[in-house]
């Protein structure tokens, strides 16, 4: 659910960006739209949180013989850490890669002049951002509840790989913008779909024994928010061509990643 809101937020922000931007200026956009983050945590807090008397213990779990102990724990954590590494560098990456793709087409269109604010994303292009980034997110999240359960996450995690290969190889043609925005739709889907089976996994106290949950969770997810950074770092800094071949080559490496997953007890 959270990583669902999070998508819906990404929509959000770029449709605001098309509404408001040209009429109140960034500085007041970038304050209308960081005030709300506060809202939801305080009400979280105060509203929907348990107590702490009615949180349960890894020890009251223990007792109740809800988990066996886990012999294959450093290479589950190990194979499902470097895998969600790998998955945010591109998934999350592309973030900023598309409005990257865009200011390249902008200064195609301005035949090279790189200095005219033409070439900066705005008006119809904040749609774009909206459709690109945050539709695709919304509808992987939303599939992934099909998948999740009901297929192998080791096949289900080899065929999104193998596809995003596809993606990316075919982002590495020169295509016109409508068909790489298009594409790049399409890994945001995928992605968005790897990542919601990935995170379940960070928290599966019977895929992780319980007495290590806290551990194994915490490495998962600190290998996974370092793969963002680097992606966003790829994304803002080299060419888009050169960070689309970056991670062409990152999605090749997922996918005998995704053959050495353990699977987890149904």
């Not at 850490?81 to 195609?108: A, E, H, T």
């Not at 301005?110 to 070439?119: K, P």
Request: some cysteine.
């Amino acid at each position: 659910m959270g990583t669902l809101c999070f998508c819906i937020g990404a929509t959000w922000i770029s449709l605001l960006g098309y509404l408001l931007l040209d009429l109140v200026g960034w500085r007041v956009f970038v304050l209308l739209t960081s005030v709300p983050v506060f809202v939801p945590p305080l009400v979280m807090l105060h509203c929907t949180l348990p107590s702490e008397n009615n949180v349960s213990s890894c020890a009251e779990l223990q007792n109740q013989d809800m988990v066996i102990k886990e012999s294959n724990f450093a290479r589950k954590v190990a194979n499902i850490g470097i895998l969600s590494l790998l998955s945010n560098i591109q998934g999350v990456g592309s973030i900023l890669l598309v409005p990257s793709v865009l200011r390249s087409f902008n200064i195609q269109n301005n035949q090279g002049s790189i200095g005219s604010c033409s070439i900066a994303v705005q008006g119809i292009q904040f749609l774009i951002l909206a459709a690109v980034t945050g539709g695709p997110n919304i509808l992987g999240r939303v599939a992934s509840i099909a998948t999740h359960g009901n297929y192998s996450i080791r096949m289900v995690q080899m065929v999104l790989s193998l596809l995003l290969v596809v993606t990316y190889g075919c982002l590495m043609a020169p295509l016109p913008m409508t068909a790489m925005i298009t594409i790049m739709g399409v890994g945001k889907f995928l992605f968005s779909v790897q990542m919601s089976e990935l995170s379940i996994l960070w928290f599966d106290v019977k895929y992780f024994d319980s007495s290590r949950i806290k551990t194994a969770s915490g490495i998962a997810s600190g290998l996974a928010y370092t793969g963002c950074v680097i992606g966003v770092v790829l994304a803002a800094f080299l060419n888009p061509s050169v960070a689309i071949v970056i991670t062409f080559i990152v999605s090749l490496l997922q996918i005998p990643l995704s053959c050495l997953i353990i699977e987890p007890e149904l």
